[in-house]
């Protein structure tokens, strides 16, 4: 990367953003201006380790070369012509992505959020139309402590207090009971149930990986009560665990697969709900629709990253790569690190609250040349691209050391 000559410094465009911005996010204070692969650099010219990666929208790193190749190829061309016209770009997306899934259509929006939204009118949609579930009758079950993104509804059936307080009256219809506790389970689901709605993997709760068998156990489950099995996989998805998605470590294939972040290449916001074609064929003109969804420019990159994941190579290296990251954290355990948890190359790292809040911590790190993010308490949180080195990662980890030890 070429040094950037900063036109002002980093706290200048910080103390710029005060008045300006909206306060829903409180950054870490560092200020990006160029990123390539794993690194990225401020606008004084420091370099540092992405150990986030766009919480897993930036799995394959930043500016993939075939990534910014399809971007720009299609930029030169065509960028948008909402759904109204065909694209010549969409069908190849569609047929490409279904495939990589295991699943059958393709319903193409932009954010994650619009997805989960999207999946859960679809869900509501069978239930009437396929299920029969008398109308404004039909039910989701959700997991306690789930993130699914921030919409009215989403938060509506979310169990995070700071997401929820202040943003009612909440959208009914939705039953929560515990994470990975499949008796919970099977006593909320009944004939008005449309959908059990999951995480596979827990991420913004600190990547909580369920015990062997429950994924297994909720496909069962849902199949039996006659409703649908909704994996939101837009964070664990698309190579970040060691197989496509998630659920495949259970060999489980949902009746519906939410997915997001990475599918735009970390270019452009492109996600999707991907289903059966039973579930997806409800569906009538004017009844859900988005002016960008499957735009071309978007359908181009989409398309790009299923190419890449095509080929198991970035599913390989999440594996490989997760090993290393899983035994530089068990050196750890003890020595400033009271657990972890962890599957591919992404893992919630409990630090011992005696050295700190997740945040300090974090800063810590960043001050060091290492860039992670904290959830709740004193928990962070590692994703690095997919594109790391084994040698990058492992100075991450020793930079983790020396920070919990305060040697830094």
Known sequence: MTSVVPARTSAELIGAEEPVLAHNYHPLPVVVARAEGAWVEDVEGRRYLDMLAGYSALNFGHRHPALI????????????????????????????????????????????????????????KWAYDVKGVPADR???????????????????????????????????????????????????????????????????????????????????????????????EIQSGLGRTGRTLAVEHESVVPDVVLL??????????????????????????GEHGSTFGGNPLAAAVGTAVVELLETGEFQRRATELGGILREGLETLVGKGVVGFRSRGLWAGVDVDPALGTGREVSERLMREGVLVKDTHGSTIRLAPPLTVTAEELQGALHTLEKVLARQV
């Open 260 to 285: 997001g972040k990475a599918l735009g290449g970390g270019i452009v916001p492109v996600s999707a709900v991907v289903a059966r074609r039973e579930v997806l064929q409800v569906l009538r003109p």
């Open 138 to 232: 039909a039910t989701i079950v959700v997991a306690a402590d789930n993130f699914h993104g921030r919409t009215t509804t989403i938060v509506s059936f979310s169990t995070d207090e700071v997401a929820r307080a202040g943003f009612g009256p909440f959208t009914p219809g939705f039953r929560v009971v515990p994470y990975n506790d499949l008796a919970a389970l099977e006593a909320a689901v009944d004939e008005t149930t449309a959908a059990v709605l999951i995480e596979p993997i827990q991420g913004e709760a600190g990547v909580i990986v369920p015990d062997d068998g429950y994924l297994a156990g909720v496909r069962e489950l849902t199949r039996r009560a006659g409703c649908l099995f909704v994996a939101d």
């Open 69 to 124: 190749e399809a971007a720009h190829r299609q930029l030169d061309r065509l960028t948008l012509t909402s759904r109204a016209f065909h694209n010549d770009r969409l069908a190849e997306f569609a047929e490409r992505l279904a495939a990589l899934t295991g699943l059958d259509m393709v319903l193409p929006m932009n954010t994650g959020a619009e997805a989960v939204e999207s999946g859960i009118k679809v869900a509501r």
